[in-house]
């Protein structure tokens, strides 16, 4: 064996520290010990004090640069308490240092928020099982390209200087989604202490699956300091980050029984052998890897003027962006084609489900590519940009504050796909065991009879296609607030109002063409195709697994001129769509929309004495949206044109009319126990694309089919009732107990519907289906939640430096009313909710050494309706993550730091049916080792 430390060993080897630091022995807890006798508060030397300063509602604020993790815990106890709403937080334990690499993992902490992960972190985020989550910088309704939100996974987390989850909401705050809003609050130069602050970091994180290291970086750069003419402070932060990942997956999709009927002979369902006839079976079955990297430049700019104590002003401006490369390669079967026939079938413990089979399609005139199987080779390359600005002037006097602000955001997102689909030759047969023991819990396998995937000369190519997908985003909002100071000791005790105007303007622009290129009427082989000749075997990590040949998707891409060409000399029927580098739109995908908002709001608060102090804010908030959209509508042309589809414009408007009332109480039973109450509203809108006024009417369907957009979608909107017990002791010491009702209406579903009259589309008289996502019914959200969390300051010695946080939510109740019957179990859940979730952490922390092992649990969840089959809908199993991290602060300004994440090796595994019909497959998720420096001066 090799005397060299492989990566391999390293991670294990920072697993190991990670996973021991906690232990209370050797020169460490010695330190710790010693510095805890020698302070008798070890955390106040890891906060600074900043100046006390107004808030705009006219509340005392003062700024803490927070330092270290019991700094980061108290400040988001002291948010939580302090809140009108009810809202959690995660704050920096230090200049550009969270605790997780990226805002959704750091949210994934905090109770009733559920997260998923792929490509190497965390990604998309639900509150209270609600996904569409409201996203906001600095309060600011924020969003990326065409999309109501932003991707969290975009924004750094050396940026951030806390997150936000708000639960519920007041009257003053922008309106958007009915599942809450994450707020990410960026650091402000008046924020930190006066002078000079320099911070930084620098950061390797090692992918065991990827086997490469991911660098970060960061640096702040601010200044506070006092003129004449007031105080003033700017502020520059900048990051950049490289995620590198790879994931191995086994997959199957969509089981459904086949179509078609023994009266017709080259169906699939005529193909299955007898008292077989109704067996549900995956429609495809596959073998994967993707990997790629994601960089996130960013750069974050302020400037702050205090000109006295009455006014003063903010200027900042953000550029977020994030520029990804992804190849994604599988090799698939299908398996209900036209012309299959099945053998050796045998079934799942329920009679009626596959578990495996052969399938066979013979090459003759009817089928005479033979099996539908072959290799689907995605590259692609996305590029964000996204530009926010925002004017703040912020005026006070002893009975009234006026605050005004004004924001313009732009964005673009561009992404260009190149795919190349090979097959082998002369593909008749293959086996499938949907849930073979190649894994540790079932999974797809599949063998290819007849046919040697190691020879590059077995495959040819059957498509090549590209496309380009170009966003375009423009944003102006100004909002005005007065607030006026009603009374210090009286019932009332302000009057708030304001009036907010937005208008947005996004627009899609969608390409793609394919080429079939043929050689001598056969598939051009794999060799010959420009590219070909780096054609390399790949394949999953997984126990198994085949191989196949595939051209890499950059040398795939890098090739494109060379590939036009090559479709316009093979290809005659698509040379034309292929003569130029543009690609040809797809008007049906493309749209332009205009979106107006005009919101009013009056909120009072309140304080009064009833056996217990009762303080609160009672308010309504009025918002009337309104825009027009437009798109194409086509159908089939006929001989008279050449057969050239027939496009039309199409426009479309909406509107929205909403008013919003919220009312919060909370109750002080004693200086540290309050319980909140709260009634809230909120409305979440359709997304731009959904409510496209297009459509494509196939008139050569019996009957016909129409596949549109829907401008008449309704608003999602929701009523909230919520109370929260609340005790805070200590220093961020907390327990919790909360529980919600939520009702909503408006939940969206996509389906096909029979309509008797097609004349909105241009078919008058006629019946047919028509496919488009539509509202289905109300949904009832109903649940519990729970935390603690303390630091040991009571216990002698090093132990008083240990803290534990532990929370959990149990959602009683997820239902959505979907257009179909109750007759199977789950029918009725919503997609993205698990039932539980729960997070336990324990900390160590003194002003030299601090470390944390944390561990989250989710539980399983509905992940997407299969439309076709509900009771098939697709599944995610319960998910699990332990991390761990270890800080060491040898000076004053410089902090070092090694963490893992993943070190159970949690897989990500999912399953057909509520009740475990077949297994869908596994997706690997990597363990990571990071290695970090952290500066400050």
Same mark, same amino acid.
């Given at each position: 064996?090799?005397?060299?430390m492989?990566?391999?060993d390293?991670?294990?080897?920072?697993?190991?520290?990670?996973?021991?630091?906690?232990?209370?022995?050797?020169?460490?807890?010695?330190?710790?010990?010693?510095?805890?006798t020698?302070?008798?508060?070890?955390?106040?030397?890891?906060?600074?004090?900043?100046d006390?300063?107004?808030?705009?509602?006219?509340s005392a604020?003062?700024?803490?640069?927070v330092?270290?993790?019991?700094?980061?815990?108290?400040?988001?106890?002291?948010?939580?308490?302090?809140?009108?709403?009810?809202v959690?937080?995660?704050?920096?334990?230090?200049?550009?240092?969270?605790?997780?690499?990226?805002?959704?993992?750091a949210?994934?902490?905090?109770?009733?928020?559920?997260?998923?992960?792929?490509?190497?972190?965390?990604?998309?985020?639900?509150?209270?099982g609600?996904?569409?989550?409201?996203?906001?910088?600095?309060?600011?309704?924020?969003?990326?390209?065409?999309?109501?939100?932003?991707?969290?996974?975009?924004?750094?987390?050396?940026?951030?200087?806390?997150?936000?989850?708000?639960?519920?909401?007041?009257?003053?705050?922008?309106?958007?989604?009915?599942?809450g809003t994450?707020?990410?609050?960026?650091?402000?130069?008046?924020?930190?202490?006066?002078?000079?602050?320099?911070?930084?970091?620098?950061?390797g994180i090692?992918?065991?699956?990827?086997?490469?290291?991911?660098?970060?970086?960061?640096?702040?750069?601010?200044?506070?300091?006092?003129?004449?003419?007031?105080?003033?402070?700017?502020?520059?932060?900048?990051?950049?980050?490289?995620?590198?990942?790879?994931?191995?997956?086994?997959?199957s999709?969509?089981?459904?029984?086949?179509?078609?009927?023994?009266a017709?002979p080259?169906?699939?369902r005529a193909?299955?052998?007898?008292?077989?006839e109704?067996?549900?079976?995956?429609?495809?079955?596959?073998?994967?890897?993707?990997?790629?990297?994601?960089?996130?430049?960013?750069?974050?700019?302020?400037?702050?003027?205090?000109?006295?104590?009455?006014?003063?002003?903010?200027?900042?401006?953000?550029?977020?962006?994030?520029d990804?490369?992804?190849?994604?390669?599988?090799?698939?079967?299908?398996?209900?084609e036209?012309?299959?026939?099945?053998?050796?079938?045998?079934?799942?413990p329920?009679?009626?489900?596959?578990?495996?089979?052969?399938?066979?399609?013979?090459?003759?005139?009817?089928t005479?590519?033979?099996?539908?199987?072959?290799?689907?080779?995605?590259?692609?390359?996305?590029?964000?940009?996204?530009?926010?600005t925002?004017?703040?002037?912020?005026?006070?006097?002893?009975?009234?504050?006026?605050?005004?602000?004004?924001?313009?955001?732009?964005?673009?997102?561009?992404?260009?796909i190149?795919?190349?689909?090979?097959?082998?030759?002369?593909?008749?047969?293959?086996?499938?065991?949907?849930?073979?023991?190649?894994?540790?819990?079932?999974? +797809?396998?599949?063998?290819? #009879?007849?046919?040697?995937?190691? =020879?590059?000369?077995t /495959?040819?190519? *059957?498509?090549?296609? &590209?496309?380009?997908?170009?966003?375009?985003?423009?944003?102006?909002?100004?909002?005005?607030?007065?607030?006026?100071?009603?009374?210090?000791?009286?019932?009332?005790?302000?009057?708030q109002?304001?009036?907010?105007?937005?208008?947005?303007?996004?627009?899609?622009?969608?390409?793609?063409?394919?080429?079939?290129?043929?050689?001598?009427?056969?598939?051009?082989?794999?060799?010959?195709f420009?590219?070909?000749?780096?054609?390399?075997?790949?394949?999953?990590?997984?126990?198994?697994?085949?191989?196949w040949?595939?051209?890499?998707g950059?040398?795939?891409?890098?090739?494109?001129?060379?590939?036009?060409?090559?479709?316009?000399?093979?290809?005659?029927?698509?040379?034309?769509?292929?003569?130029?580098?543009?690609?040809? +739109?797809?008007?049906?995908? #493309?749209f332009?929309?205009?979106? =107006?908002?005009l919101? /009013?709001?009056? *909120?009072?608060n309140? &304080?009064?004495n009833?056996?217990?102090?009762?303080?609160?804010?009672?308010?309504?908030r009025y918002t009337?949206?309104?825009?027009?959209?437009?798109?194409?509508?086509?159908?089939?042309?006929?001989?008279s044109?050449n057969?050239?589809?027939?496009?039309?414009?199409?426009?479309g408007?909406?509107?929205?009319?909403?008013?919003?009332?919220?009312?919060?109480?909370?109750?002080?039973?004693?200086?540290?126990?309050?319980?909140?109450?709260?009634?809230?509203?909120?409305?979440?809108?359709?997304?731009?694309?959904?409510?496209?006024?297009?459509?494509?009417a196939?008139?050569r369907?019996?009957?016909?089919?129409?596949?549109?957009g829907?401008?008449?979608?309704?608003?999602?909107?929701?009523?909230?009732?919520?109370?929260?017990?609340?005790?805070?002791?200590?220093?961020?010491?907390?327990?919790?107990?909360?529980?919600? /009702?939520?009702?909503?209406t408006?939940f969206?579903?996509?389906?096909?519907?029979?309509?008797d009259?097609?004349?909105?589309?241009?078919?008058?008289g006629?019946?047919?289906?028509?496919?488009?996502?539509?509202?289905a019914?109300?949904?009832?959200?109903?649940?519990?939640?729970?935390?603690a969390?303390?630091?040991?300051?009571?216990?002698?010695?090093?132990?008083?430096?240990?803290?534990?946080?532990?929370?959990?939510s149990?959602?009683?109740?997820a239902?959505?009313?979907?257009?179909?019957?109750?007759?199977?179990?789950?029918?009725?859940?919503?997609?993205?909710?698990?039932?539980?979730?729960?997070?336990?952490?324990?900390?160590?922390?003194?002003?030299?050494?601090?470390?944390?092992?944390?561990?989250?649990?989710?539980?399983?969840y509905?992940?997407?309706?299969?439309?076709?089959?509900?009771?098939?809908?697709?599944?995610?199993?319960?998910?699990?993550?332990?991390?761990?991290?270890?800080?060491?602060?040898?000076?004053?300004f410089?902090?070092?730091s090694?963490?893992?994440?993943?070190?159970?090796?949690n897989?990500?595994?999912?399953?057909?049916?509520?009740?475990n019909?077949?297994?869908?497959?596994?997706?690997?998720?990597?363990?990571?080792?990071?290695?970090?420096v952290?500066?400050?001066?």
């Amino acid at each position: 064996m090799s005397g060299e430390m492989t990566m391999r060993d390293i991670l294990r080897f920072g697993t190991m520290v990670a996973a021991i630091s906690l232990l209370p022995i050797g020169a460490f807890a010695q330190t710790g010990a010693t510095a805890a006798t020698q302070d008798a508060n070890p955390a106040e030397d890891r906060t600074e004090v900043v100046d006390p300063t107004g808030t705009p509602d006219g509340s005392a604020k003062t700024d803490i640069l927070v330092i270290g993790i019991r700094g980061s815990v108290t400040s988001a106890a002291n948010k939580k308490r302090k809140a009108k709403q009810i809202v959690d937080s995660v704050v920096s334990e230090d200049v550009g240092k969270l605790p997780d690499n990226n805002v959704p993992e750091a949210l994934s902490r905090i109770t009733g928020v559920q997260i998923t992960r792929e490509r190497g972190q965390g990604q998309s985020v639900a509150i209270r099982g609600l996904s569409g989550v409201q996203t906001t910088i600095n309060g600011n309704d924020t969003s990326l390209g065409v999309g109501r939100s932003l991707n969290l996974a975009d924004i750094p987390a050396e940026l951030l200087k806390s997150v936000d989850v708000y639960k519920t909401r007041t009257a003053d705050q922008v309106e958007g989604s009915i599942a809450g809003t994450v707020n990410v609050e960026l650091r402000r130069p008046l924020d930190l202490a006066k002078g000079w602050t320099i911070a930084g970091s620098v950061k390797g994180i090692y992918d065991d699956i990827a086997e490469k290291v991911s660098p970060y970086g960061s640096l702040l750069v601010a200044k506070r300091f006092d003129t004449g003419i007031g105080e003033v402070g700017f502020l520059v932060n900048a990051s950049w980050t490289r995620t590198n990942y790879k994931e191995n997956y086994i997959e199957s999709e969509s089981p459904d029984v086949p179509f078609g009927s023994a009266a017709e002979p080259n169906s699939p369902r005529a193909g299955l052998p007898a008292g077989f006839e109704n067996t549900v079976i995956p429609y495809r079955a596959y073998y994967g890897l993707e990997e790629g990297r994601v960089d996130r430049p960013s750069i974050s700019a302020a400037l702050q003027w205090r000109a006295n104590d009455n006014l003063d002003f903010v200027i900042e401006g953000q550029y977020l962006g994030s520029d990804a490369r992804n190849t994604s390669d599988r090799l698939y079967l299908l398996t209900r084609e036209t012309g299959s026939r099945y053998s050796n079938i045998t079934l799942q413990p329920d009679g009626r489900t596959v578990r495996s089979l052969t399938v066979t399609v013979p090459i003759n005139s009817v089928t005479p590519e033979g099996l539908q199987a072959g290799i689907d080779s995605i590259y692609s390359r996305a590029k964000s940009d996204l530009y926010t600005t925002n004017f703040e002037m912020h005026w006070r006097s002893e009975r009234a504050l006026l605050n005004t602000s004004i924001q313009y955001n732009w964005s673009n997102v561009d992404t260009v796909i190149a795919e190349h689909l090979t097959r082998p030759y002369g593909l008749t047969s293959a086996t499938v065991d949907f849930a073979s023991d190649a894994y540790s819990r079932p999974v +797809p396998s599949i063998t290819f #009879n007849g046919i040697d995937l190691s =020879n590059i000369n077995t /495959y040819g190519v *059957q498509r090549y296609q &590209d496309l380009t997908n170009a966003e375009r985003n423009r944003e102006f909002a100004t909002q005005t607030d007065l607030t006026l100071i009603v009374s210090d000791t009286g019932l009332l005790r302000t009057i708030q109002t304001g009036v907010r105007f937005n208008q947005r303007t996004n627009r899609r622009d969608y390409g793609y063409r394919d080429g079939l290129p043929r050689i001598n009427g056969q598939f051009t082989p794999l060799a010959q195709f420009p590219g070909g000749s780096q054609a390399e075997l790949v394949g999953p990590d997984l126990p198994g697994a085949l191989q196949w040949y595939r051209i890499p998707g950059d040398v795939v891409f890098a090739n494109r001129p060379a590939i036009r060409a090559y479709i316009q000399a093979n290809d005659p029927g698509n040379a034309a769509r292929f003569s130029t580098e543009a690609i040809p +739109p797809d008007r049906g995908q #493309n749209f332009e929309s205009v979106e =107006n908002r005009l919101s /009013y709001y009056a *909120q009072l608060n309140y &304080d009064f004495n009833l056996f217990f102090p009762v303080e609160g804010v009672v308010g309504a908030r009025y918002t009337n949206t309104w825009g027009n959209v437009s798109s194409f509508n086509f159908r089939p042309g006929n001989a008279s044109n050449n057969f050239q589809d027939i496009v039309e414009s199409g426009a479309g408007k909406v509107n929205y009319e909403d008013i919003l009332p919220s009312a919060t109480a909370l109750i002080h039973f004693t200086p540290k126990f309050q319980l909140r109450l709260s009634y809230t509203t909120n409305v979440q809108r359709p997304a731009f694309y959904d409510q496209r006024p297009f459509y494509f009417a196939e008139t050569r369907a019996v009957p016909p089919i129409i596949f549109a957009g829907n401008p008449d979608l309704k608003a999602q909107r929701e009523h909230a009732f919520d109370a929260s017990a609340e005790y805070y002791f200590g220093r961020g010491g907390q327990l919790t107990l909360a529980g919600y /009702y939520k009702k909503a209406t408006g939940f969206l579903y996509y389906s096909r519907e029979v309509v008797d009259n097609l004349a909105r589309y241009g078919l008058p008289g006629q019946s047919g289906f028509v496919e488009q996502v539509r509202n289905a019914g109300d949904g009832t959200f109903a649940g519990v939640e729970a935390s603690a969390q303390t630091f040991f300051d009571i216990l002698p010695g090093f132990w008083r430096n240990f803290g534990v946080s532990l929370n959990g939510s149990y959602i009683a109740k997820a239902r959505i009313e979907y257009p179909y019957p109750e007759d199977f179990p789950g029918a009725f859940d919503s997609t993205d909710t698990s039932k539980w979730t729960a997070n336990a952490a324990l900390f160590y922390d003194t002003p030299t050494f601090s470390t944390r092992v944390a561990f989250n649990y989710r539980s399983s969840y509905r992940l997407f309706v299969w439309t076709n089959n509900p009771e098939y809908s697709w599944y995610n199993d319960d998910t699990y993550r332990l991390d761990a991290a270890v800080n060491f602060t040898p000076v004053k300004f410089m902090t070092l730091s090694i963490e893992g994440t993943n070190l159970l090796g949690n897989d990500v595994y999912r399953y057909f049916g509520q009740q475990n019909l077949l297994p869908l497959g596994v997706r690997t998720l990597a363990r990571t080792v990071q290695g970090s420096v952290r500066f400050r001066f």
